[in-house]
């Protein structure tokens, strides 16, 4: 039991899992805004559109069950756009990391002979300066 709870404080402590709960509380209070904004602005302007229907209104009765598609309709409508937002958020970040990385390198076009220490084309396979054969020095 002992190391259990060992395991687990070292697994709290971890930056990541912060950083994840960080995340997770602003998603929250980030997915409540988005709702807001397709609860009371979005969908009545969407109602208007297609001739005054209020979507939280839709509902169909079975039985003595009442099926509130309208409001399904509505949670819908908030996931995607949730959705496309955080993907235009992550493609701008991504924009922004990218041009913080270091460029890669090009491969080496030359190598110095190892014996007269001249500047040769790395494809060579003998030195033009001192006409030693290379081999595979690189």
């Known amino acids: 039991m002992k ?3 060992q395991e687990f404080k070292e697994f709290i402590a971890k ?7 960080v ?4 998603g929250g ?8 904004l397709v609860e009371n602005i979005l969908m009545p302007l969407i109602g208007i559109i297609l001739g005054g229907v209020n979507f939280s209104d839709l509902s169909v009765t079975v ?7 309208g409001v399904f309709l509505q949670s819908v409508f ?9 993907f235009v958020m992550i ?9 913080f990385k270091k460029e890669e390198e090009p491969a080496p076009t030359e190598k110095v002979c190892p014996f007269c220490k001249s ?3 790395i494809d060579a396979t003998r030195c033009p300066h001192c006409t030693s054969e290379l081999g595979s020095v690189k």
């Not at 930056?15 to 709960?21: E, H, L, P, R, T």
């Not at 493609?91 to 041009?99: E, G, M, R």
């Open 29 to 36: 209070a980030f997915g409540k805004i988005v709702s807001s």
């Open 91 to 99: 493609k701008q970040i991504s924009k922004v990391t990218d041009k």
């Open 63 to 69: 039985g003595t069950a009442e099926v509130k598609y």
């Open 119 to 121: 500047t040769i084309a």
């Open 3 to 5: 190391g259990f709870m």
């Open 78 to 86: 908030d996931f995607l756009i949730i959705a496309f937002v955080i």
């Open 23 to 26: 995340g997770v509380i602003i």
């Open 15 to 21: 930056g990541n899992v912060m950083d994840m709960a």
